[in-house]
Nanobody, 115 residues
Framework: QVQLVESGGGLVQAGGSLRLSCAASGSIFSINTMGWYRQAPGKQRELVASIDSGGSTNYADSVKGRFTISRDGAKKTMDLQMNSLKPEDSGVYYC?????????WGQGTQVTVSP
């Protein structure tokens, strides 16, 4: 069982920046993938960015060049630096952990970008 706790959401004006953090605890295997997903009202949850335990990253086209995902294996944390935010980036951001077919989700943190 893996527990995930997100932090760092909030309200920011368009063009601003936010940094989200996800802290993992519990039975964490060395080989895993962590990622950030977001869900806007009335829309499906979508992948924002992911990073595996080898450091390989993947980004949604809509955030490439603006967002940077990183992780610290020793601290069991994952961050998402979000720059040049747009109103369409608003939503609830969820941290996800997956290993050996088992998936864990955090409770989510709200990001609101005002025009």
């Amino acid at each position: 069982q893996v527990q995930l706790v997100e932090s760092g959401g909030g309200l920011v004006q368009a063009g601003g920046s936010l940094r989200l953090s996800c802290a993992a605890s519990g039975s964490i295997f060395s080989i895993n993938t962590m990622g950030w997903y977001r869900q806007a009202p009335g829309k499906q949850r979508e992948l924002v960015a992911s990073i595996d335990s080898g450091g390989s990253t993947n980004y949604a086209d809509s955030v490439k060049g603006r967002f940077t995902i990183s992780r610290d294996g020793a601290k069991k944390t994952m961050d998402l630096q979000m720059n040049s935010l747009k109103p369409e980036d608003s939503g609830v951001y969820y941290c996800r952990y997956i290993t050996l077919g088992r998936v864990s989700w955090g409770q989510g943190t709200q990001v609101t970008v005002s025009p």
